[in-house]
């Protein structure tokens, strides 16, 4: 029943997606009536029915499904046996189809009839993209095979046929236990691919633009605005990714260069880079052709993500799918790739701009200069991902990338950005004057390097951990002084307090002040970063129950082993308390967790946040029979800046979303107050 | 040539730059995995103190403790090499895993001083990949 239900979605949305595109094409072309609304609701009602027979499949343990068998159990609690649906490869694409009908449905709302071409090319090029997705579904990809033959758990033989005879198993494996650890799996996932599949968007109305042969602002202004949304969920997605591999999976660190980390790094820095330069045309005209690009790659590399993460060809962590779907995949990189470059090197005389540079000390220099790092930044990062998938598909060697390559590149680089963007929003644009900017940058300079002579004294001599405070305040202090200088100008003009013309300003220029907040919020994850990579502190023990050691000013005693077990899982861990001399601080609890069925036991740490930073504990191994444990405990200190310096940056990112709606809503052409 | 053409080569100039500083750098950096076939295979191409990340399994009965460290065979089945590992052991070490050991070799021995299970292969569903074709 489920099986067909979802059948037919994936087959409604199919049809919804050629129709889009059919009758994209031609409302694009005939400039005319045609109703795109009956396709974009086909595409929206089908991924919607396809998902929800997905789920509830799912929740009413239908193991009829070949899905269900094999990557759920009848133990599996909520929320993970909803979050089931896209833990396993072929959910992951319903989701992945889900929100591209979904943002769809949002391009065709702002669509507004006959005579916007660009915007019904836009939706003809999403149904393009759908048309893939939901056919990679149907083929290669079908969550709704059925189970003709049961195993002992799982399923033995499938069949694509939703309407015969089944054979479904009592009960099925459950889903990868590292995935059912923490409710984050529920959440993580769907918001990175908010991220992911967000960059359709601003390829669609780029795409659209050139085969229309309609460069100029109208495509810029919709792309950029779609590109924040994204950009805004693809931060918190990789935010989300990285407490999630602290916190949770005992990794022992948010990041760790791994070609799945990488994946979702790519895109956002490209999203980044043209967030800036998307500024620049807009104000300036300038860098049309090289937003083309910026905005193709974003999208390009997206579907690189999931080629890498999905088709099982990086060994990593991450990697737990194995499928023939990575030919496919390719083959669609490599039609994107080869179509959007060709149209645009037929169209580039209208994707070239004319004005030029006046001079390179001005906020467009500014703007080059951050945007020439973070394409540097991506283009490093995409060599050190794909080279051993390339030397391997050359030479047959395996090989890996270690940290360190990374490392060594991308620091010294995050510096530069650090500091372009401490000058960025204080240089004037067209030509900047000397005396300003020295008059800007004096200030926040002195404070900053206060800062880091203070971090010296008193934290560490550590270089990397000064200059990441000394920057980070540059960063923050020129934009305070200048968000002070517009209100003082304000003040004196107007005659208003100060307070409420600081008000004035930031709601003023709202699309501004929001990039300063995710500027702050970059600064502070700076410091977040310098300070848990180049200050924890590392402790081995065993310890036997009664036994206690001192880390850093707490004593921690080991109390006893102790066994939980539910339906879905046992843990099996040790309990120590935590005092600081007198006072109990915490009981912390790390464990192995093993779920249902399975063997394998996921690690969980236990962490104790404090002002200072975490107290991070780590089972070594299941208590010995004598009861003894070995524990590995480490700080991380002050990582609480990096968590908050991430949210920082999402706020800021949304906050210049609503900004921006809001301009529009008010339509004024307000003067701008060119700093 | 035109301005546009100009900027074209220049970006086309900057990432070919950027693209070779990298690979550079990358040769650097590289770890080379191998299997104990090709390590016994190559062991000419990896003098002792050559770093490479040797994968494979930890043979039944052999591991046990030599003072500070830790000694085991590594198997992939065509060839088996004694490892000493001179670090602590990942959690959950033990017989008949599967790990991914890094470090070189040393006369006749491999000396390890990372160990990681290759966790990848203990979670993949083992019916997950059946099905595809059936």
Redesign the interface.
Known sequence: MLALLGSAGMLVALIGAVLLVTRGIAAARRDAGVNLEGAARLLLAGAVATMAALVLALITDDFSL?YTA??HSTATPFPFDVATAWA?LEGSIVLWGLILAGYTWFVFRRYRRAPDRLGAAALAVMGGVALFFFGLMITVANPF?TCVQA?Q??????SPWPLIAVDAPANG?GP???LQNHFMMAVHPPVLYLGYVGMTVPFAYAIGALALGVPGPEWLRRSHRSTLIAWSFLTLGILLGGWWAYEVLSWGGYWAWDPVENASLMPWLVATAFLHSGIVQQRRGMLQ??NF?LVISAFALTILGTFLTRSGTI???H??????IGPALLGFLVLVLVGSFALFSTR?DLA?SSP?MESLVSREGTFLANN?LL??FA??VL??TT?PLILEAFTG??????E??FN??TVPLSYLLLLVMGFGPITPWGRADGDLLWRRTRAPALVAMAGGLLTALLVTRIGWVVLSVTLALFVIGTMTGLLFEQARRRSVKTGDALSASLRQVVTGDGAFWSGQLSHCGVALIAIGMAFAANLGTHL?VGMSPGESTVFQGHTITYESPFQQSSTAVTVIGARLTVTDGTRLVAVMEPS?NLFGDQQ??V?TPDVLHTARGDIYV?????PDETMAI?ITLDTSPMIWILWLGGLVTVTGGLLAVRARRRERRVAVDRPTVDV | MGQRQFVLFGIAGVVALVMTITVIGLNDNLTYYLYPNEAVRQRADFPDGERFRLAGQVVAGSLSQQGEDLTFDVTDGSATIPVILVNTPPPLFAEEIPVLLEGFWSGDHFQADEALIRHSENYEIPSEGNYEDG
């Open positions: 070949v094999n990557h396993a095979e195993a758990v799982g399923c033995a033989v499938s494996p990868n236990p590292l052709a090289w690009i060994n990593s962590v990697s737990f799918t194995q499928s023939a580039a070239a030029r020439l394409s540097v283009v490093v060599v050190g080279y060697t395996q090989v890996g990338v270690g360190p390559f060594r590149i081995e192995f394998s036991a690690g780590t089972l070594r191994d299941f070995r």
